[in-house]
């Protein structure tokens, strides 16, 4: 057996194609979403065969699902004030380079029944997140507006390409969305 074929480097080989797979589908999901992206143009951008492609995958929904598995985001703490601020911070990320994975989740969300549930899921946890700093009795519906607020801003910024958002810093944004997501979080103006 040489160094070639030992099961180290067929394990290597299998891992470094799987990856390409992945880095394929994730770049065709974010570009067209998950109904117009194929498992042959996934495949041939990969320079594997479509049935490759199905044999490490299962379908094209199990690959969708892999590759929109997004990083854990640092959890949201402290009081209403701070959240109103750690939210702003994270406009940077929502209107920068976003990860493929994320863009492919969101171009998909509104297409596919599996992405919109996937989506959900991860905004109702940071409605939680939100819910539980604000003192008042509507504290979910109150972080819900303001999850939907940040979630406008990124798909209007990502998706759609609004010309006034593309050429505005983050730091302005967050300076004209402070007021409004300050007074949906119940904090006082100062």
């Known amino acids: 057996m040489t160094v070639k074929d030992s099961p180290t480097a067929r394990a290597q080989r299998r891992r470094q194609t799987e990856e390409r797979i992945l880095s394929s589908a994730r770049r065709a999901f974010a570009q067209r979403g998950f109904e117009r992206a194929t498992i042959r143009a996934i ?24 590759s929109v598995q997004l990083g854990s985001v640092p959890p949201l703490s402290g009081d209403v004030d701070e959240l109103v601020e750690a939210v702003l911070a994270r406009i940077g990320m929502k209107i920068g380079s976003l990860p493929q994975a994320t863009l492919a989740m969101m171009r998909s969300m509104l297409t596919h029944p599996e992405a919109a549930d996937q989506a959900r899921a991860t905004l ?67």
Do not use: N
Not at 143 to 170: C, E, K, N
């Open 124 to 190: 109702d946890g940071q409605v939680v997140e939100l819910g539980s700093a604000i003192e008042a009795e509507d504290a979910d519906l109150r972080a819900a507006l303001m999850v939907s607020t940040m979630l406008g801003v990124t798909i209007a910024h990502q998706l759609l390409d609004l010309t006034a958002l593309r050429g505005a810093s983050p730091q302005k944004i967050a300076e004209l969305l402070r007021p409004g997501l300050r007074a949906v979080a119940g904090v006082d103006p100062q």
């Open 43 to 66: 495949a041939a951008e990969a320079e594997v065969d479509p049935a490759l492609v199905i044999q490490y995958f299962g379908s094209k929904q199990e690959l969708f699902q892999r």
